[in-house]
């Protein structure tokens, strides 16, 4: 086993499809939560092996998404300024801002650099003394450990000039928001599974008990996702409402001990805005008192700063699932990779990025279901 | 961005949060933190993101998505080695 060929066999695919088949009675609707879990889907056209019956609605796990509009814009006026080198995952370089990307303002002359980790950026400020170097730590859980081990080096090797643009999110809260929207319809959750490798499921059993749902936890690989789809409709067809992992390879119910540790030392959990969405409660991270010598909006006074996203983008209606891309009046016209509106148009994990690049030339049959590899 | 892939524990060195491996992806060889799996060994596989190990792969759980179709009837004719390529 290497354990991602295998989870991507035709036969196995196959009789999967025919095990949900034979199983579905009902219509029924599943949320996946993640970005990259709709990035298999579309690219390899699991909604459309499905039943007629079973719809999969994307749901809002896109870090690079749910970024709201005044972090971005924080991240170009702190890019913009001199002195600075600012790191980021390259996915967010296009995400646009109220005026402009990360992209314009490296064009512009800023120095912007993508880094692969974290870790990249801590070095570069060790490297670069006489610079201020920012990391924009965004994403959900899954990279919280990674983004807090950043902080608690800089802090045990003494940087003095480096920050991190926190903009992390959480998963559950998002869940409750969708579950409790008066015209939610969703029935059933594809949990996302490395966001539970980290954290562990228990946070979502008093969940799917108190909305009568329930949650797979489930990887991202087409067999994967085929699996995590025929054990949430049997769930949904026998009447059941449990947490069921088909993760396992990766998840344990506890979740990475080590990790959820580090990541409780360097964040506290705070109320957060999601683009699109709006403000959620108890949503977010951001740096404890401990290491909040680390936070950039401190640091180049942005703090205060906000701003209005553009009313055309129905970027929140797509990530909780109540519009698909198409269904968007902008949608591959005003609105397209080169020039999104809303940055589930930039992201490669995006639903609008991924509905564009793999439906939009289609002409009756599959695109992309034989190439390999994710992005 | 929650993108993680598994790859195989070529060699190990370091203690704790400084514990770092050479991690084969398909033969693509990059350095990986160990630090949140202290529990990962040489030749095992890890599940990473962003730089750091965030699980190491059950196999014998890996395998129940294949002894599902097993336990249905479904997979008389699949080869699990067929993935090996």
């Known amino acids: ?375 | 961005m929650c993108l993680a892939v598994p790859g195989k524990i070529l060699s190990i060195q370091g203690d704790d949060f400084a514990r770092m491996a050479r991690v084969s992806f398909g033969g693509i060889v990059k350095q990986v933190s160990l630090a949140y799996v202290p529990e990962a060994h040489e030749g095992e596989y890890v599940i990473v993101h962003v730089g750091f190990a965030i699980s190491l792969v059950d196999e014998a759980e890996a395998l129940r998505t294949f002894e599902v179709l097993k336990q249905m009837g479904e997979l008389e004719e699949l080869d699990l080695k067929a993935g090996e390529a």
């Not at chain 1, 999967?16 to 298999?40: F, K, S």
């Not at chain 1, 003494?158 to 999110?169: C, D, P």
């Not at chain 1, 797979?216 to 994967?224: A, R, Y």
């Not at chain 1, 401190?298 to 700063?305: I, L, Q, T």
């Open chain 1, 1 to 375: 086993m290497k354990y991602v060929e295998e989870y991507r066999d035709p036969v196995a695919a196959q009789h999967y499809t025919d095990a949900i088949a034979r199983t579905v009675t009902r219509p029924w609707t599943l949320m996946e939560i993640c970005g990259g879990q709709t990035h298999t889907i579309v690219k390899y056209g699991i909604d459309e092996l499905l039943p007629r019956k079973v719809t999969l609605v994307h749901g809002p796990g896109c870090p690079v998404c749910v970024t709201p509009l005044e972090l971005i814009d924080k991240a170009l006026q702190i890019a913009a300024q001199p002195g600075v080198i600012f790191c980021s995952f390259g996915d967010m370089l296009r995400v646009p801002g109220s005026s402009g990307d990360l992209f314009s303002v490296k064009a512009a002359g800023a120095d912007v650099r993508i880094v692969y980790s974290p870790t990249d950026a801590v070095r570069i400020a060790a490297q670069n003394p006489d610079k201020q170097v920012v990391f924009f730590a965004v994403g959900f859980e899954t990279t919280a450990p990674a983004n807090a081990m950043s902080v608690f080096q800089a802090k045990q090797i003494g940087l003095k000039n480096y920050s991190v643009l926190v903009s992390h999110v959480l998963v559950p809260p998002a869940m409750e928001v969708i579950l409790g929207s008066h015209n939610n319809h969703v029935q059933g959750f594809l949990a996302a599974g490395h966001v539970c490798t980290v954290m562990g499921y228990e946070e979502y059993e008093p969940i799917a008990t108190k909305y009568k749902v329930p949650i797979v936890v489930t990887g991202f690989e087409p067999l994967d996702l085929l699996q995590g789809i025929y054990m949430c409709v049997a769930q949904l067809e026998e009447g059941r409402y449990e947490v069921e992992n088909q993760y396992a390879r990766s998840v344990r119910r506890e979740g990475n001990i080590p990790a959820q540790q580090l990541v409780a030392k360097v964040f506290r959990v705070v109320h957060r805005k999601w683009r699109g969405v709006g403000e959620i409660s108890q949503s977010g991270l951001a740096l404890t008192p401990q290491y909040a010598e680390f936070d950039a909006e401190a640091r180049f006074g942005v703090s205060g700063y906000t701003a209005e996203e553009d009313p055309e983008c129905i970027s929140g209606l797509v990530m909780q699932g109540a519009k698909k891309p198409e269904e968007c009046t902008a949608y591959g016209k005003r609105c397209t990779p080169d020039h999104p509106l809303g940055a589930p148009m930039v992201s490669s994990e995006g639903a609008c990025a991924a509905y564009y690049r793999y439906r939009r030339l289609r002409t009756g049959e599959k695109v992309g279901a034989g190439s390999q590899g994710r992005d």
